[in-house]
C-alpha cells in the first residue's frame, strides 16, 4: 500500500499551505487592479465573462479529476482510458459550447448595448476554456500519485502569481488602456504557462501522460466520472448563479460591486480550499483503508484549522467592510458593504463544517454528493431569480448564503450517517464506522 500520506510530513503540509495562500493573494491583488482600473461597470463585464468561460471549462473535464485522484491514491495505478482521447473529445466540446453560448447571448441579448460586449469578450477569450480544463486534468494525475506540492505548484502558484505580473505590468508599464477583453486574454497567457510547467514537472517525474493503466470495472468508474461531472456543473451554479442573476437584472456596475466583495469574501474560506487540496488524497487513503478513526481525526483537525483561519478576516469585514472595500477597491465599490456582510456569514458557516463534500467523494459516496448539490442549486437558483430584482446584490447574498448553509447541513447529516463521521469544527467527537 505504500506509506501512509502526510505521515509525519508537516514540512510539506505548510509548503502547499503556502502555494494556496499565494494564489488566494495573488488572485485578490490581481482583482484589486482590474477593479481599480476597469471600474465597477467594466469590471462587471469582465468578471461575468470569466465566470461563463469557467462553466464551459467543466466540459473540458468530463469529470474525470475527482475520480482520477481517488482511483489513483489507494493503490498508486491509474484509468485503462486513453487520456489523448478524452482531451480531444474535450476541446470539441468547448468549441461546441462556447459557440453556442455566444449566439445564445447575441439572441437573447439582443434588444440591450452591453449583452453583445460581453459575447464579444466570452468568445474573445475563448482560450480559457480548453486551457482550465486540460490543467485540471493534468493536475489530478499528478496529485493522485500523492505528488500534491507538484500539483499545486502550477495551479496554485505559476498561474495566478504570473497573473498577477502580467496585469501589474499591462496597467504600470504600459500605455495601454485596460479593458474587459485584454483582462481575459492575460488570463488565457497565465493558465498557458501554468499548463506548460504542468507538462515538464509531470515529465521530468516521470509521469505518463499519454494513457493510465489497470482500472478495473471502467464501465462503472464511468458513471461515477458522469455523476462527478453533473456535480461540479451544479456546484458551479451554486457558487455562481448570482452573477448570472445580477447581469440579468442590475446594471454591470453593481455586478462588478458584487464580484469586487466576493474577492474578500473568499479570503475568510480560503483555508478550508487549502486544506481540501491538500487532504483530498488523504481522505481517499483512509477510506480505501477503512481506517474510520483515522480519517476522523483527520478532518476534524482541518475542520478546527479552518474555521480558526475564518474567524479573524470574518471580524473584519463584519465590522469595518465599508472602509476595507473602499480602500482597497476605490469608490464606487463602498456600497457593496452590506452584501459582503451576509456574504461573510454564509462562508463562516461553510468553514464551520469541514471538508463535507470531499468526504463523501472520496468515499464513494459521490451521488449522494451530486443530489445535495442539485438541490442546494436550484434552491440558490430560486432565491436569486426571487431576490435579485428586487434587494439587487444584498438580494444575491442572502440566496447564496441560505443555499450554502443548507447544503453544509444536509452534507454533514450524510457523513454521519453513512461513515459515522462528525465534520464539524467543534462537536463531540467520533470515531466512525
Not at 478576516?313 to 457593496?336: M, N, R, T, W, Y
Not at 471538508?355 to 438541490?375: A, C, D, P
Not at 444575491?396 to 452534507?411: K, L, R, T, Y
Request: proline share 4%; aromatic share 14%; hydrophobic share 55%.
Amino acid at each position: 500500500m505504500g506509506k501512509k500520506p502526510f505521515s509525519g510530513e508537516l514540512p510539506a503540509f505548510i509548503v502547499g499551505f503556502g502555494f494556496r495562500s499565494v494564489s488566494v493573494l495573488s488572485t485578490f491583488f490581481a482583482s484589486v487592479l482590474l477593479a481599480r482600473f476597469l471600474g465597477p461597470s467594466n469590471f462587471g463585464v469582465y468578471s461575468f465573462s470569466l465566470v461563463a468561460l469557467s462553466f464551459l471549462a467543466i466540459f473540458a473535464q468530463l469529470g474525470f479529476p475527482p475520480l482520477i485522484i481517488r482511483e489513483t491514491s489507494p493503490d498508486r495505478h491509474g484509468l485503462s482510458v486513453r487520456v489523448s482521447a478524452i482531451w480531444t473529445l474535450a476541446l470539441f466540446l468547448s468549441v461546441l459550447c462556447a459557440t453556442l453560448l455566444y449566439f445564445s447571448v447575441m439572441l437573447a441579448c439582443s434588444f440591450s448595448d452591453v449583452c453583445p460586449i460581453q459575447a464579444d469578450v466570452i468568445l474573445g477569450g475563448f482560450l480559457i476554456v480548453p486551457l482550465i480544463g486540460l490543467l485540471q486534468l493534468l493536475a489530478a494525475m499528478i496529485k493522485g500519485r500523492h505528488k500534491v506540492l507538484l500539483a499545486q505548484f502550477s495551479y496554485d502558484f505559476v498561474r495566478p502569481v504570473s497573473f498577477l505580473i502580467l496585469i501589474s505590468f499591462v496597467v504600470f508599464a504600459t500605455d495601454f488602456q485596460l479593458t474587459p477583453l485584454m483582462g481575459l486574454q492575460v488570463f488565457s497567457v497565465s493558465a498557458f504557462l501554468a499548463l506548460t510547467y504542468s507538462f515538464f514537472i509531470a515529465r521530468k517525474s516521470g509521469l505518463k501522460i499519454e494513457s493510465f493503466s489497470g482500472l478495473k470495472n471502467t464501465s462503472i468508474k464511468l458513471r461515477s466520472c458522469g455523476f462527478f461531472m453533473l456535480l461540479a456543473l451544479f456546484q458551479f451554479a451554486n457558487n455562481n448563479f448570482d452573477v448570472f442573476a445580477l447581469t440579468i437584472f442590475v446594471p454591470s456596475a453593481e455586478v462588478g460591486v458584487y464580484r469586487a466583495i466576493w474577492q474578500l469574501n473568499a479570503l475568510v474560506s480560503f483555508g478550508l480550499l487549502a486544506l481540501n487540496q491538500l487532504i483530498e488524497p488523504s481522505i481517499a487513503y483512509f477510506a480505501a483503508k477503512k481506517d474510520w478513526a483515522g480519517l476522523q481525526g483527520l478532518v476534524r483537525k482541518s475542520a478546527r484549522l479552518v474555521f480558526g483561519l475564518a474567524v479573524p478576516p470574518a471580524i473584519l469585514f463584519l465590522f469595518f467592510g465599508s472602509e476595507v472595500v473602499q480602500l482597497l477597491f476605490g469608490k464606487g465599490f463602498e456600497s457593496g458593504a452590506v452584501a459582503l456582510s451576509i456574504l461573510v456569514c454564509g462562508q463562516l458557516a461553510n468553514t464551520f463544517f469541514g471538508s463535507v463534500g470531499i468526504i463523501l467523494n472520496m468515499s464513494g459516496y459521490e451521488r449522494i454528493s451530486t443530489f445535495s448539490m442539485v438541490f442546494s442549486s436550484l434552491l440558490n437558483v430560486t432565491l436569486n431569480l426571487l431576490l435579485v430584482p428586487i434587494f439587487g446584490i444584498e438580494g444575491a447574498a442572502v440566496a447564496s448564503s441560505i443555499s450554502v448553509v443548507i447544503w453544509n447541513v444536509v452534507m454533514a447529516f450524510f457523513v454521519y450517517k453513512k461513515l459515522g463521521l462528525v465534520s464539524l469544527a467543534i462537536w463531540p467527537q467520533s470515531t466512525g464506522k
